[in-house]
């Protein structure tokens, strides 16, 4: 089988390389033009690839109205909440209601074609809705995630210069509510840029809570408007539809900014050959819709599939550790997607509290965002008896680079790999410095020629030049860089090596910080590692290990884990100091924040954060190095 499903998949991506645009143009009949393209691909400046140009479409019409006359009464949304004990179905007929009453709500507002909307939202079915609505009138959503600081929300609010933003009155976390009111105030109160009007989902979680005599209340403005009806505005395909921050090197954060025809098509067409889900079928992504593992396969994917997907607001070990697996038994849900860290947590726990559901349903878990270590793909594999796949993407890409297929037919499964690359991505493995093709099982940097897929970032919002200098400037300008270091085997498996701009150099010899911890992370003991290249006068870097581990009971010894460093890479990639802390400060991606991390061991400021999922780990980091002073 899996010999057939090999020439299957390799068969697919030759043509979807050699024969580019007749491969994307039957991809594209999976969604409605309204105006169809008579151009598959505008590539006439380069590295800017416009797809479907003159087609013109619409987002929502296609993730809503389109499957109304089917699936009316089918859910498009079921929302759970562990945080304030809630669930709710929304039927595609319903949320087809609710859409249009925002949407109605929006242009009374004053939003229209072209308008930004700044969405500051926990997750809840109205950030969805909130999303849909603006695309439906051609407006673009820039979401932000929910707890993200005052001067960061102020920054992309001066660089999107949103028209309105709409936020919840308070999100939740762990049980605890996180007042949303008072960030954005303080953000408002340092923008340069005019003052958008202000949309307010009251949840009645914060009782301090007061609206201003300027803001405009959610609910009452959705009962304005309880039968409105607004066309969905059809637009060239490559209209954007939203502006996701990320940060990149530079430390200020780029709007990736995504189209809409081509966006609607990859993720369609990923549904289908990835992540093999049906129209009709459940799909549950445990990630935010602040990420764009949200954007993407809570909320656009499995809408524009008319498939049914599964909100779920809270942590996935409260009110227990089953608390995921309890919500498969129940929705019968067929395709899962989070992230490793996600599946670390659950380790702390006993396999017992996945085993004790019946995950009949379940065909099949997915997990990107950060590398896989192969002890937890294998724990989640053998608790599971399924298909676990690691696949590798970026904010930038929008979908997966490097994966496995479930609809065309799965590979073998190696572990520490993210497969092989998607059909449409044309991939090259250089070596960082000559530009050339590094020989098998050799590290380079990895590169995509342009033009990227359909689904990809169209650009950096506003700023054209910077997309082209931040992305397509290192061999060429058709090459995109990914930051990330790979190595690929003789069967053309991919295997991530970590960012390529977070490099260790240690006596002139080049590390990635992955190389290190994933060697740190093979002692059985060990739960998570982040290593950080610290200047040293003599030999230019020494690595610093932050160490989490596993069982407090089984700690093991710091030089058994230099040794183990020194023994499994060479001697000068073994680490100069260890630290043992409880957790890792990361964003809410799950992004080890390496540079504070560094900046605290080297005595420095860590400067502007992005949202860090947990404040107190970054405080071990500091009294871990101070104690060791
Ligand atoms: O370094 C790679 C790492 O995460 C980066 C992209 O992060 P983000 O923009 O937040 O998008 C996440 C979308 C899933 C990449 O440049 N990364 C992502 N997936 C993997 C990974 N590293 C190793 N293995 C992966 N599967």
Not at 83 to 105: F, G, K, M, P, S
Not at 243 to 259: A, W
Not at 540 to 568: C, H, R
Request: include cysteine; charge should be negative; charged fraction near 20%.
């Amino acid at each position: 089988m899996t010999m057939n499903n090999l020439s299957k998949y390799e068969h697919f991506y030759k043509d979807s390389i050699e024969n580019r645009e007749t491969f994307w143009s039957a991809q594209a009949k999976n969604i409605d033009w309204q105006t169809p393209f008579t151009q598959v691909l505008d590539y006439s400046q380069p590295p800017f690839a416009k797809w479907f140009p003159d087609g013109l479409t619409n987002l929502c019409h296609n993730a809503v109205d389109r499957h109304l006359p089917t699936r009316g009464d089918q859910a498009a949304i079921i929302w759970t909440s562990s945080e304030v004990n809630d669930t709710r179905t929304i039927t595609y007929t319903q949320l087809h209601a609710q859409v249009n009453q925002a949407a109605a709500l929006l242009q009374e507002l004053g939003v229209g074609l072209g308008d930004r909307v700044l969405i500051y939202m926990p997750m809840v079915p109205e950030t969805v809705v909130a999303m849909l609505a603006c695309v439906r009138i051609g407006a673009v959503h820039s979401v932000v995630f929910g707890g993200l600081a005052s001067a960061a929300m102020a920054s992309r609010i001066d660089d999107a210069t949103p028209r309105l933003v709409i936020i919840a009155e308070a999100g939740s976390r762990g049980g605890r509510i996180i007042p949303y009111k008072p960030l954005l105030d303080d953000a408002l109160r340092i923008i340069h840029v005019p003052r958008p009007k202000v949309l307010i989902l009251n949840r009645g979680l914060d009782t301090t809570f007061q609206p201003d005599f300027d803001t405009f209340d959610w609910a009452e403005g959705m009962q304005r408007h309880v039968l409105a009806r607004v066309a969905p505005v059809w637009v060239p395909s490559s209209h954007p539809s939203y502006i996701l921050y990320t940060s990149g090197t530079t430390g200020k954060p780029k709007g990736v900014q995504r189209d809409t025809g081509g966006h609607a098509v990859a993720l369609r067409a990923s549904m289908e050959h990835i992540f093999g889900v049906k129209p009709g079928e459940v799909m549950f992504s445990g990630s935010d819709i602040g990420w764009v593992v949200g954007h993407s396969y809570i909320v656009y994917a499995p809408l524009l599939t008319g498939a049914t997907t599964l909100v779920y607001e809270g942590l996935p070990i409260r009110p227990n550790p089953g608390i995921w697996w309890s919500l498969v038994e129940k929705h019968r849900v067929n395709c899962m997607f989070t992230s490793p860290t996600a599946i670390r947590l659950l380790k702390r726990s006993k396999a017992e509290w996945i085993r004790k559901y019946d995950l009949d349903s379940l065909r099949c878990l997915f997990l990107a965002g950060e590398p896989l270590d192969r002890e937890t793909h294998r724990w989640i594999a053998d608790a599971l008896l399924k298909p676990v796949i690691d696949n590798y993407w970026q904010t930038e890409t929008g979908w997966p680079i490097l994966t496995n297929f479930v609809g065309l037919g799965l590979l073998e499964t190696k572990f520490g790999s993210p497969a092989r690359p998607a059909y449409g991505y044309d991939m090259h493995l250089v070596d960082e410095v000559s530009g050339k093709p590094v020989a098998a099982n050799e590290k380079g940097t990895l590169m995509i020629h342009a033009p990227l897929p359909p689904g990809c970032m169209s650009t950096v919002w506003g700023d054209d030049a910077h997309f082209v200098k931040t992305y397509f400037s290192r061999f060429g300008h058709e090459m995109y860089a990914t930051f990330d270091y790979a190595m690929r085997d003789e069967d053309g498996y991919y295997f991530i090596m970590g960012r390529d701009d977070d490099v260790i150099n240690v006596a002139g010899q080049r590390l990635g910080t992955r190389e290190v911890e994933e060697v740190l992370c093979s002692h059985p003991a060990v739960a998570e590692a982040a290593a950080v290249g610290v200047h040293d006068d003599m030999r230019g870097q020494k690595i610093y290990a932050f160490v989490v581990v596993a069982d407090a009971g089984m700690t093991p010894s710091k030089k058994e884990l230099m040794d183990l460093v020194g023994s499994e890479i060479s001697t000068f990639a073994r680490p100069k100091k260890i630290y043992f802390v409880s957790a890792l400060p990361k964003t809410r991606s799950s992004k080890i924040l390496r540079r504070a991390i560094l900046a605290i061991a080297e005595g420095r400021d860590p400067g502007e954060l992005p949202t860090i999922e947990d404040m107190t780990a970054l405080e071990q980091i500091r009294k871990a190095v101070a104690a060791a002073e």
